[in-house]
């Protein structure tokens, strides 16, 4: 049995030519054994929905053309070890009562999608309950125009195991979206132009992702409802409005932030109803805030970040705030260090009074910089009134560079 | 025109002539020199400049316009005897007290970033649009030093209310903004709040400034009336519009002030 599975393994691949043996996708499909290779050609292939229902690779030459017209999904799995690569996937169109995938795959295992490339699908790669998948350089431009006439770039649902690698990402709802999915790995994306976020965890656990980078989407990452999500060297830069962060952690526990960058975000992490969190070794670089913590986070670890260029560190909404602050370092530090033993020698309040006052009237944020405001922070740093004494850095880094904490 | 022409230059050289304008110069530079050597030229830097442009700039101009025009009165008496329209002696004395006084400022804060070479950096179109926004404050606030200067004839008096003026511009009416802000919080007060910074020079290149600096990200988070019309390049045009207004006011009023005043 293996014997002879392997022998049709090696077999020679059925090529889809026009006027070929195998005319369309689907005949070359039905014909092909377990294990085998279909290998489309050239051309732009207009045929009702694939249905992959036993193990085969499907494998696309430069110009492969799967076109939707506007009206059904493009391939669909349906057995385990299904091999999709080098295919272009095309207008899918939008659909209002189902979720409508270019590449949908549902309950298989060691499914494999690699190096496909999808223009104009409303969700490009679906994955439902798949177990060990794997989605890695795949090139997904969408253009949008409002959200709900969008779907998700890659979404998965219930899935275990996943694999999302490489990929590009551009012009969808959420560039990837995670819902009831279990260790799922998410590496070296470039997740851009998302009308929602970038990278989105509902109820996702025991997660992590490294690398990518989310750039201009209308958030960077909202990681929501889930626990034991690792977040490291990733990129969370230019998400820009009054709704938008680098990091959006909601309703969480037990994730650590590390080694990443959050640049040019109006917020750059925003924490509500976050339980032990840990965040070291980030680069917080000019933001508009920095942080901001609502007053339901807890148990929250600040250690060893980088806060520069940012109009305000840190944001709290209420007096008793659930984060400890230890060897950051603050541009906006005023002490010094007699000792030189690297850490400043009085402590470090980073909530400004007017990031305070600008919690309560947001319009009046048009006045910052000006002499007034600063010499309002100054009065409050000599006699503090109303900023939270709780959030303090007691060992503040003097020197820029991060160097990692024993 | 050419008596124009030759009034401003006589005006010119008399404004030199106190050799204030080259010390000026000369200690914004040094400033600058001192901002690029102790915070290494980043965005810090471009920060602290933005102070030296709302804060000194407006003093200056105040001061030092104020000082000048009551410096020149013996040459602007002697003028005024000879067959000069008065307007044209105006504008001669203006301007010949404004250009001098910009572009001073403007090469005091350009000169340091210029012999270290960051002038056409990474934060170039910054620095240009920083030394930009203090010319226009520079003519704006001597324009209103000589209104001071022009009606009210004592030198210490006029010093005084000038002061007087640069105190609620620079610090005080941004004090009554963020009071208004802070008392009507849950009402719209995007509108009122706009023009109540339409209303002062110094308020308008701030925020000209922040929209051009990376403070900008926050500017999402005032609310979608602030953000519309400050936002985009037609926010800017907008603002250095308000800008150019707000020298021409002053400039009126002096101007209708010096053609009737009896010297």
């Not at chain 1, 989310?214 to 626990?227: D, E, L």
């Not at chain 2, 005897?81 to 004395?93: D, H, K, N, S, Y």
């Not at chain 2, 007087?164 to 903004?177: C, E, F, H, P």
Request: hydrophobic content about 50%.
């Amino acid at each position: 049995m293996l014997l002879t599975t392997l022998l049709l393994a090696l077999q020679a691949p059925l090529v889809v030519t026009p006027g070929g043996v195998y005319p369309t996708i689907a005949a070359a499909v039905a014909a092909a054994p377990d294990g085998g290779t279909v290998r489309v050609t050239r051309g732009v292939w207009r045929e009702p929905t694939i249905r992959l229902e036993r193990p085969i690779r499907l494998l696309g030459e430069p110009g492969a053309v799967l076109d939707g017209e506007g009206a059904r999904e493009l391939v669909v799995i349906l057995a385990p070890d299904v091999t999709v690569e080098g295919l272009t996937f095309r207008n899918t169109g939008n659909s209002y009562h189902e979720d409508r995938a270019a590449l949908h795959a549902d309950e298989v295992v060691g499914c494999v999608i690699v190096r496909n490339r999808f223009e104009d699908t409303f969700f490009a790669i679906y994955l439902s309950r798949t177990t060990s998948c794997i989605v890695r350089e795949n090139v997904v431009i969408g253009h949008p125009t409002t959200e709900s006439a969008t779907g998700n770039a890659v979404h998965s649902w219930g899935s275990r195991e996943l694999r999302i690698e490489g990929n590009r990402l551009e012009g969808h709802r959420d560039g990837v979206y995670l819902e009831f999915t279990r260790h799922a790995t998410v590496i070296d994306n470039h997740s851009t132009k998302n009308l929602r976020y970038g990278l989105h965890f509902m109820y996702s656990d025991s997660s992590s992702y490294t690398g990518n980078e989310f750039r201009g989407n209308g958030s960077g990452v909202a990681v929501m409802y889930s626990h034991d999500v690792q977040m490291v060297n990733n990129r969370f830069l230019d998400n820009r409005g009054a709704t938008a962060y680098g990091l959006l952690l909601k309703e969480i526990a037990d994730v650590h932030l590390t080694g990443n960058e959050f640049g040019n975000n109006t917020t750059g992490l925003l924490a509500d109803g976050a339980e032990r969190v840990q965040v070291r070794d980030n680069r917080f670089t000019r933001n508009g805030w920095a942080i901001r913590l609502l007053a339901s986070t807890s148990d929250g670890v600040f250690a060893n970040n980088t806060f520069s260029g940012n109009s305000f560190d840190v944001a709290v909404n209420s007096r008793t705030v659930g984060a400890e602050f230890a060897g950051n370092f603050w541009d906006s530090y005023r002490g010094w260090d007699l000792d030189h033993d690297g850490t400043g020698d009085v402590p470090h309040h980073p909530v400004r009074l007017f990031g305070t006052l600008v919690e309560r009237a947001p319009a009046a944020l048009t006045l910052q910089r000006s002499l007034f405001v600063r010499a309002l922070d100054a009065a409050e740093r000599v006699l503090p009134v109303l900023t939270p004494r709780q959030v303090v850095d007691n060992a503040p880094r003097m020197t820029r560079d991060a160097g990692r904490m024993p | 025109m050419t008596t124009t022409l030759r009034l401003l230059l006589l005006v010119v050289r008399e404004s030199l002539r106190g050799r204030w304008l080259i010390g000026l110069a000369l200690l914004l530079a040094a400033l600058g020199e001192l901002l690029l050597r102790f915070s290494g030229g980043g965005p810090t830097t471009l920060v602290s400049l933005l102070d030296v442009v709302l804060i000194l700039t407006p003093l200056i101009g105040l001061v030092v316009g104020t000082m000048q025009v009551h410096h020149a009165r013996e040459v602007t008496e002697l003028l005024l005897a000879q067959p000069i329209a008065r307007g044209r002696l105006f504008v001669a004395l203006y301007l010949g007290t404004a250009i001098p006084l910009a572009v001073s400022v403007v090469v005091g804060l350009l000169a340091p970033f210029a012999w270290h070479g960051l002038l056409f950096g990474a934060d170039g179109m910054q620095l240009l649009g920083l030394a930009g926004a203090a010319a226009l404050l520079a003519l704006i606030t001597t324009a209103m030093a000589f209104v001071i200067a022009l009606r009210a004839d004592d030198r210490v008096r006029a010093l005084g209310i000038a002061l007087g003026i640069w105190l609620v511009t620079a610090v005080l009416w941004d004090g009554i903004i963020l009071l208004t802000a802070m008392l009507l919080a849950d009402r719209p007060i995007e509108v009122p709040l706009l023009i109540m910074l339409a209303l002062n020079p110094l308020d308008i290149a701030r925020v000209l400034l922040l929209l051009g600096s990376d403070a900008a990200a926050l500017l999402g988070y005032t609310g979608a009336i602030v953000q519309r019309a400050l936002g985009g390049a037609a926010g800017q045009v907008a603002l250095v519009g308000l800008l150019t207004l707000w020298i021409l006011v002053p400039w009126t009023l002096a101007s209708r002030t010096f053609r009737r005043k009896d010297f």
